[in-house]
């Protein structure tokens, strides 16, 4: 295993203390251990979420360029516009 120098802050060092005190976790390494799987995780989240993104924006793009898209207009148009369509959906539920 590598081992790393970290600078803490204040707090995170109590924060840290406390931790490895009350039995949570029986050392600091677990404790980064624990954190760095949660950004794992959230790194994950974030790159799913953005693929997800890219994917409805090509969609989107590919409706454009096959021409299948509505002009909405302004005002008045666009909220009668977005009643009709909630109207439909739930006349098919």
């Known amino acids: 295993m590598a081992t790393r120098n ?5 707090h995170q060092e109590q924060l840290v203390g406390a931790l490895v005190k009350t039995g949570r976790y029986q050392n600091v390494s677990e404790i980064l251990r624990e954190g760095l799987r949660l950004v794992e995780e959230q790194e994950l989240q974030y790159q ?8 409805a924006l090509a969609e ?6 096959n021409g ?3 002009s909405l207009g302004v005002g008045e148009e666009i909220t009668d516009y977005f009643k009709s ?4 959906l739930a006349r098919k539920d």
């Open 48 to 55: 799913n979420k953005l693929l997800k993104l890219r994917e």
């Open 6 to 10: 970290i600078v803490l802050t204040n």
């Open 68 to 70: 299948r898209t509505v």
């Open 60 to 65: 989107g793009l590919d409706d454009i360029e």
């Open 85 to 88: 369509r909630a109207a439909d």
